[in-house]
């Protein structure tokens, strides 16, 4: 292609924006609504795959043992449990340190735990922390099955949740970016689909002279190429402004909620919605040309 | 040049348009095509362009099969002919000149050449003083001698109008007439529809006359016949 003809193809593709004003935006703002929301979901998927990666490798190992295990008992469990593979150090928490932690939690209510009466119904517990974070489950697993141990706990339901969070998150957005689009690429096709009918007598004569079919099309793919690239540029500016807002002005207030702040990374992801607006320009545009274009 | 081999032509309505067609033209040539409404001119000059196919038969333009083209062949044949419409076609958002340009431009001709050619077939049409004007600002006659020159300005060999003064009064017919004689003389072979009387006779220039679909008369120097 020489450069005087893609610069035809541009002047043609702006113009007819030009003559479509209305339906050009109507278009390019369902676009930018549609990735807007797609790119919405995106960044709280990947915050959420965040929070959980973090909230994962910080999980320590809570294992109570019998209320009535003898101390040395539990001391040479506690080492018996840090020799085992993938655990990095462990500490007997005894129930007299169990007791004073609930007391400061109470903190006025002391009165709550006068009524224990001076008995202690805390067990003595290990505090397990793992080399790895994928070792926590299997760690957690074999604590359990020891002799003497009671009960163990760890991040695992939090993490869960989160993760079913994640889940059905990502099935709302995929659901409502795929009805999202299709209107996009729809109203990409009728705005492409106006342009073509202003142009038939143009296209009828660019047949008898001898244009190419691809000289006579690209003008059009062009036109639902930009339709969809401004739409996505919107929603990537608007995207961009109110994340940085929220996570500048929320994330003081919830500081026990990490959020992905790197910009470069959160652009990363924006820029694929330049590349998803760009392709449903393209889509809505082929389906136009290919329809009502008969060259 | 041009070879029509038995080419019949229905409709996909079942309109039968023609049947059994043959004649050659050869390079240089200028052929009238007559007949009556309906006869069937309109439809031989479509296939010629390749607007039409033909449901039986062949068409050899310049020596070559037209009907087997591949998409990508079609524009080469059509860069080869120039078309003219009776209802000049012209585009009513561009000037004269810009009318004519448009069609170097989407054969992707240098901007040089597009301001050398231009003027050089707006001055043969004799419409040099009219380069600025747009399509409402000329006379019928103007108009089509626009599309004249858009037809000819990438020098095609062949040249087929359709009619070309079917909207015209006597005298303008004659000028637009004349300057088909004279893209003519310069080597381009032309074959024109028409239902004026008037200029064929007085043209003596060969005559294929058409009759419900068929070829009746095939006549060099011919005349048109008066129909009882
Ligand atoms: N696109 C079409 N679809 C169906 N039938 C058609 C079509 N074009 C032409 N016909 C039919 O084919 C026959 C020949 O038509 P054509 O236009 O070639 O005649 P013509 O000689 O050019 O007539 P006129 O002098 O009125 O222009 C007519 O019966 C016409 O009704
Ligand atoms: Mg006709």
Do not use: C
């Not at chain 2, 362009?49 to 020596?63: A, Y």
């Not at chain 2, 008369?217 to 011919?222: K, P």
């Amino acid at each position: 292609m020489k450069p005087r003809t893609i610069a035809y193809y541009f002047r043609q593709a702006v113009i007819s924006m030009g003559r479509n004003t209305g339906m050009s935006i109507a278009a390019a703002l369902t676009v930018a609504i549609a990735l807007f929301i797609l790119g919405s979901f995106l960044l709280l998927v990947t915050n959420a795959n965040f929070i959980a990666g973090v909230l994962e490798s910080n999980v320590e190992i809570a294992a109570y043992l019998d209320v009535d295990m003898p101390r040395k008992d539990a001391e040479q469990m506690a080492q018996q449990v840090a020799a085992m593979d993938l655990v990095a150090d462990v500490r007997l928490v005894p129930k007299e340190e169990g007791l004073n932690q609930l007391r400061k939690q109470f903190g006025d209510r002391h009165d709550l735990l006068s009524a224990l009466g001076g008995v202690n119904p805390l067990p003595d517990y290990l505090k397990i922390k793992v080399t790895e974070p994928e070792g926590v489950r299997a760690v957690a697993e074999a604590v359990a099955g020891l002799e003497g141990v009671e009960k163990v706990n760890y991040g695992e339901l939090v993490v869960y949740r989160l993760f079913s969070v994640i889940y059905w998150v990502r099935w709302l957005g995929l659901g409502s970016m795929i009805l999202l689009s299709l209107s996009a690429v729809f109203l990409v096709a009728i705005t492409v689909r106006l342009t073509v009918f202003a142009r038939r007598r143009e296209i009828n004569i660019m047949k008898y002279v001898g244009a190419t079919d691809w000289f006579i099309r690209w003008p059009f793919f062009l036109e639902g190429m930009f339709l969809g690239l401004t739409g996505a540029l919107v929603a990537v500016a608007s995207l961009y402004g109110t994340y940085q807002f929220l996570v500048s002005n929320i994330g003081p207030a919830l500081p026990f909620v990490p959020l992905v702040t790197d910009s470069l990374t959160v652009m990363r992801h924006l820029a694929w919605l330049l590349l998803a607006g760009t392709a449903v320009g393209a889509l809505g545009s082929a389906i136009s040309v290919h329809r009502f274009l008969k060259v | 040049m041009i070879q029509f081999i038995n080419v019949s032509k229905v409709y996909p309505n079942g309109n039968k348009a023609l049947a059994d067609v043959s004649f050659q033209v050869d390079k240089g040539e200028f052929v009238f095509l007559v007949g009556p409404s309906g006869a069937g001119k309109s439809t031989v000059i479509r296939m010629m362009f390749r607007e039409e196919l033909p449901t039986r038969g062949q068409i050899m333009i310049g020596g070559k099969s037209i009907l087997r083209l591949r998409r990508s062949e079609i524009p080469i044949l059509r860069r080869n002919m120039g078309v003219v419409f009776q209802d000049y076609r012209l585009l009513s958002d561009r000037t004269a000149y810009e009318n004519i340009a448009f069609a170097m431009q989407v054969v992707e001709a240098a901007p040089w050449e597009i301001r050398e050619r231009v003027p050089q077939v707006l001055e043969m049409v004799g419409l040099s003083h009219r380069a600025d004007h747009y399509p409402h600002q000329l006379s019928g006659g103007e108009q089509q001698r626009v599309a004249i020159a858009r037809a000819i300005v990438n020098n095609p060999r062949i040249l087929v109008a359709d009619e070309p003064t079917g909207n015209l009064d006597a005298e303008t017919s004659w000028q637009i007439i004349h300057l088909l004689n004279e893209i003519n003389k310069r080597g381009t072979t032309i074959v024109v529809a028409t239902h004026n009387r008037e200029i064929v006779t007085t043209m003596r220039k060969r005559v294929l006359t058409l009759e419900g679909g068929a070829l009746v008369r095939d006549v060099e120097r011919g005349t048109v016949r008066r129909e009882a």
